[in-house]
């Protein structure tokens, strides 16, 4: 296998000139890529190279680690990782990492199949995992992070004459997407009784956390101007917003569920996907569901020590599990948090924002920054009070450095 060295020549360089300015690394990114690039690798498919970012990665000596039953890669890293490029590239004026994305791009390109199912894991060989539970073809969660890479992508390349092939490319498998989102929505907008009440059936799944990814990609999309999905993006915002636990003076009011009765520490981006709505729609309904979510919710789970999830029973009563916690989690609700207050100039929410993003330096139940600047890394997560899984995935590593790009600075 052949280590990717990223090497941009100057007419491809020049081609962005107008794009991205003349001033060059004239900003200064807050993220120390290393480690992540370290993890990075490529690969001949179909005759295209292809660029994928491996799946785990372990401590002391921090190589790259293929699993067994998985494989070398994932659509869900690569997808995430990819939006990590994106902001460089864009915000940091970071020109040297277009042919990284390029390749990543072909990665998921590769991965996203033409009914709009998608594949998950790969292997050594190049060869699609079909096998495993969690990558055999779907539209689901790698779906859905395959669709949000390839939006990064899509905004990096869409005014690059010399990457028109590439954009074309781009948005046919995005709008392979259109057909699944519609068959959800078809349902709309009926409702089944369930031991919690009367929730929605135009869901993707029926699972909120999923749509709130979704969300993400479709109001980024729509802000092109390129795209038309407010309809779409109305439609799946009320069903996350009837997904919310609303029961003042309960502890969990407030609460988003994730899937089924519970709420779950990690990818519960439906707070900072209303935030993305009500920046297209103007929904009051959107912002004021997410003020409850961060005046009630996010103050418990900060006493409780933010819990790695939290059941709910019928009566209200609830059971909460305490670890792992994981970069997942606190990016999650850090962007909630953090967007709500550079939407709102209120002083309440960012100084909740910063205490989220303290997790990760050194602020926690473990007393351990999880994030260390000199190499790029951060640790896989704390498994207990004095335990460390001083490990360091694409995952984490993609999601920390995903929080540190939101608040500008570190």
Known sequence: MQKLFIIGSLFIL???AGCLGEKNEAIKSPINLSHALSLVDSMVVEDEMIAYIWI???????????????????????????????????????????PLARKLTKFLLYMGLEDGLWNNFIYADGTRNTNHKNSQADFGWWAIRGLRGLVAAYKIFENSDFDSQLVQKITKQIETANNHIQDALSNYPSTNLN??????????KDAPDMNSELLISLTKLHNTGKFDYFDVIEKIAKGLIDYQYRNSGHDLDGMFFCWNNTWHNWGNNQAFALLEVYKVTGDSTCLTSVKVWADSF??????VGFPNNITVAFNGNYTTEEYPQIAYGFNSIYHGMKTLANITGEKKYELAAENIFAWFTGQNKAGFSMYDNENGRCYDGIDGENSINMNSGAESTIECLSAIQMQGEL
Not at 64 to 72: F, K, R
Not at 298 to 303: D, G
């Open 195 to 204: 031991y919690l009440g009367m929730k929605p059936t135009w869901l993707i």
């Open 298 to 303: 996010v103050p418990f789970l900060n006493k």
């Open 56 to 98: 785990y990665s372990d401590a002391p000596d921090y190589v790259p680690t293929e699993a067994s039953q998985e494989g070398i890669t994932c659509v869900d890293d690569v997808g995430r990782f990819l939006e990590i490029i994106e902001h460089e590239i864009l915000v940091y004026q970071k020109s040297d990492l277009l």
């Open 14 to 16: 020049f081609s962005y």
